[in-house]
C-alpha cells in the first residue's frame, strides 16, 4: 500500500515502487527492527521522532484561538499535546504567541519563516528538534489515533516525508518529516511559497493510501479539523465512542 519515491500527483497506485536495501539501518541510524516494533508497540515512547503540533494559524474564519477551544474536558492544544506525549518523547509547539500556552509545559519555538502559513510551521519544528525526523499535526485535529501516528513512524526508510492519503486527498498535516526535507522546504519559503503538497512533490516521499489508513481509522477522524464556529458546534455535538482509540483492524499487523 505505500510506495517511495517523488511525490505522484495522481492515484498512489502509480508512484514509483519502494526501494529496499540489505542494510538493518536506515540513513538516520534507526534499526529496521527497532522501527517497526513501534507499530503495535503502543507503551513505548518513540525517540527517534519529535511530535511537533503547529499552533501558528490566525483563525481567522474561527474569530478565536482554535487551539484554546474546550473539547471533552480539555483544550484542543491539551489533548493533542497528551495523546502526542504518549507516543513521543519529545513533544514541541511552534508558535508565535508562547505566552499562550505556558501553562502546558511544552517547549515553543517561532517561526523562522513568519506569515508564510503551515509550511513555516513544519520548517520551524523540523529545524528545531534534536531528531532526524517529527511528526507533524495541527492545533485542531483532536482525534488523533495512536495507531496509525505509529504506523506511519513505523514506515521511515530514508525518506524525506511520509504522507497519509484520504477520501480528501494528502494529508500534510498528520505527516512525517526527515531532516532532508529541509533545504527544499528552505527554498521554497525564501520564495514566497507556502504551498505544502507543491513542496512535498519534489522531496522523496512515501504515500500511505487512505485504504490502508482506513485499517486503522476507517472514517478518518484523525483529519478532522475546524475551521468555523460551526464546524466546532459540530464537533461537539457528535459523538464517537473510542474510534479515535482503537485500532480498526482484526487479526495484527496489516498485509
Given at each position: 500500500?505505500?510506495?517511495?519515491?517523488?511525490?505522484?500527483?495522481?492515484?498512489?497506485?502509480?508512484?514509483?515502487?519502494?526501494?529496499?536495501?540489505?542494510?538493518?539501518?536506515?540513513?538516520?541510524?534507526?534499526?529496521?527492527?527497532?522501527?517497526?516494533?513501534?507499530?503495535?508497540?503502543?507503551?513505548?515512547?518513540?525517540?527517534?521522532?519529535?511530535?511537533?503540533?503547529?499552533?501558528?494559524?490566525?483563525?481567522?474564519?474561527?474569530?478565536?484561538?482554535?487551539?484554546?477551544?474546550?473539547?471533552?474536558?480539555?483544550?484542543?492544544?491539551?489533548?493533542i499535546?497528551?495523546?502526542?506525549?504518549?507516543?513521543?518523547?519529545?513533544?514541541?509547539?511552534?508558535?508565535?504567541?508562547?505566552?499562550?500556552?505556558?501553562?502546558?509545559?511544552?517547549?515553543?519555538?517561532?517561526?523562522?519563516?513568519?506569515?508564510?502559513?503551515?509550511?513555516?510551521?513544519?520548517?520551524?519544528?523540523?529545524?528545531?528538534?534534536?531528531?532526524?525526523?517529527?511528526?507533524?499535526?495541527?492545533?485542531?485535529?483532536?482525534?488523533?489515533?495512536?495507531?496509525?501516528?505509529?504506523?506511519?513512524?513505523?514506515?521511515?526508510?530514508?525518506?524525506?516525508?511520509?504522507?497519509?492519503?484520504?477520501?480528501?486527498?494528502?494529508?500534510?498535516?498528520?505527516?512525517?518529516?526527515?531532516?532532508g526535507?529541509?533545504?527544499?522546504?528552505?527554498?521554497?519559503?525564501?520564495?514566497?511559497?507556502?504551498?505544502?503538497?507543491?513542496?512535498?512533490?519534489?522531496?522523496?516521499?512515501?504515500?500511505?493510501?487512505?485504504?490502508?489508513?482506513?485499517?486503522?481509522?476507517?472514517?478518518?477522524?484523525?483529519?478532522?479539523?475546524?475551521?468555523?464556529?460551526?464546524?466546532?458546534?459540530?464537533?461537539?455535538?457528535?459523538?464517537?465512542?473510542?474510534?479515535?482509540?482503537?485500532?480498526s483492524?482484526?487479526?495484527?499487523?496489516?498485509?
Amino acid at each position: 500500500f505505500c510506495s517511495a519515491g517523488p511525490l505522484w500527483k495522481g492515484p498512489a497506485s502509480r508512484i514509483p515502487a519502494s526501494r529496499s536495501g540489505a542494510s538493518s539501518m536506515d540513513s538516520s541510524g534507526i534499526d529496521k527492527q527497532h522501527r517497526t516494533s513501534h507499530l503495535f508497540d503502543q507503551e513505548t515512547k518513540i525517540s527517534t521522532v519529535t511530535g511537533v503540533i503547529l499552533a501558528g494559524g490566525n483563525s481567522s474564519r474561527m474569530k478565536s484561538n482554535k487551539a484554546l477551544l474546550p473539547y471533552r474536558g480539555e483544550l484542543f492544544i491539551e489533548r493533542i499535546h497528551r495523546k502526542l506525549s504518549g507516543i513521543f518523547r519529545d513533544v514541541l509547539l511552534v508558535t508565535n504567541t508562547p505566552e499562550s500556552y505556558r501553562f502546558l509545559r511544552c517547549p515553543t519555538v517561532p517561526d523562522v519563516y513568519p506569515a508564510m502559513g503551515s509550511l513555516a510551521g513544519i520548517h520551524a519544528g523540523l529545524s528545531s528538534c534534536k531528531t532526524p525526523y517529527v511528526f507533524v499535526t495541527a492545533c485542531d485535529i483532536p482525534h488523533l489515533n495512536t495507531s496509525l501516528i505509529r504506523r506511519l513512524v513505523g514506515g521511515i526508510n530514508c525518506q524525506d516525508v511520509i504522507i497519509p492519503g484520504s477520501d480528501g486527498g494528502l494529508e500534510p498535516l498528520h505527516a512525517v518529516y526527515g531532516k532532508g526535507a529541509l533545504p527544499i522546504m528552505e527554498n521554497a519559503l525564501s520564495r514566497g511559497n507556502r504551498k505544502i503538497v507543491e513542496c512535498c512533490a519534489k522531496l522523496n516521499a512515501t504515500v500511505i493510501s487512505k485504504e490502508e489508513v482506513a485499517l486503522f481509522d476507517p472514517d478518518f477522524l484523525s483529519f478532522a479539523n475546524i475551521n468555523t464556529p460551526e464546524d466546532y458546534y459540530r464537533f461537539r455535538e457528535e459523538i464517537v465512542i473510542g474510534r479515535e482509540d482503537t485500532l480498526s483492524i482484526q487479526g495484527g499487523m496489516p498485509k
